[in-house]
């Protein structure tokens, strides 16, 4: 499974992609609003530091025209960029019309297997059910995606599961477990993966025991 970063915070990113682990990150209006760069210069910087990762641009437009245009100049911007385009269904044409061009599309705000499937249908390369948001209203968030993960396999798609909207460590191990493609994460979510408190123990335990050796030089 993937591992994308949830942020644009372009000094985590650089950051966490020293540890190998990030293939990827997802950015939206929100995201790019609490930078102190201009939106289109801290996508440019996260498109340098992760060349061969994907980075999801988010469209800002409403009206499908406008959406149009907007995806296209956002997928100039740089090679490996993503545009993000809402489940809506008047941006459905809008999509085709993108895929047709083999612009790549990481359809977000889905909540349904339906529209994950009419996605799938549509060629897109990602789509993003948001869990996060289904749990929030007491619903069990991750069975979308056991469910998309079967229909995707029965009728061979090539569109790729992207879970979103994740809000603790126990999503991420479960979106795994449902056979999801990929897991867009927070940082402190990722940095939490990387803490466990029995490896702590572990490591505190064997350095209390290597200096009862008293040696100082090993090997």
Known sequence: MK???DTA???SIKELISTGLINGVTTNPTHLSKEKMAPREVVET????????DISVEVTETEPDAVYKQACAIAQIAPNVIVKVPCYKTYYAVIKQLVDEDIPVNVTLVFSVLQGLMMCKLGVRYISP?????????MDGMEIV???????????????????????????????????????MPVDILQKM??????????????????????SHFP
């Open 3 to 5: 591992f994308f970063l």
């Open 9 to 11: 915070h372009v000094a």
């Open 46 to 53: 996260i498109c340098v530091f992760l060349p061969e990762g």
């Open 130 to 138: 948001f869990v996060g948001r289904w749990n929030d209203i007491d």
């Open 146 to 184: 056991h469910e998309l993960r079967a229909l995707i396999d029965q009728y061979n798609f090539d569109t790729e599961i992207l879970v979103a909207s994740v809000r603790s460590v126990r999503q991420v191990h479960e979106a795994a477990m449902a056979g999801a493609d990929v897991t867009t």
């Open 194 to 215: 990387m803490d466990h408190p029995l490896t702590d123990q572990g490591m505190e335990l064997f350095a209390q025991d290597w200096k009862r050796l008293h040696i």
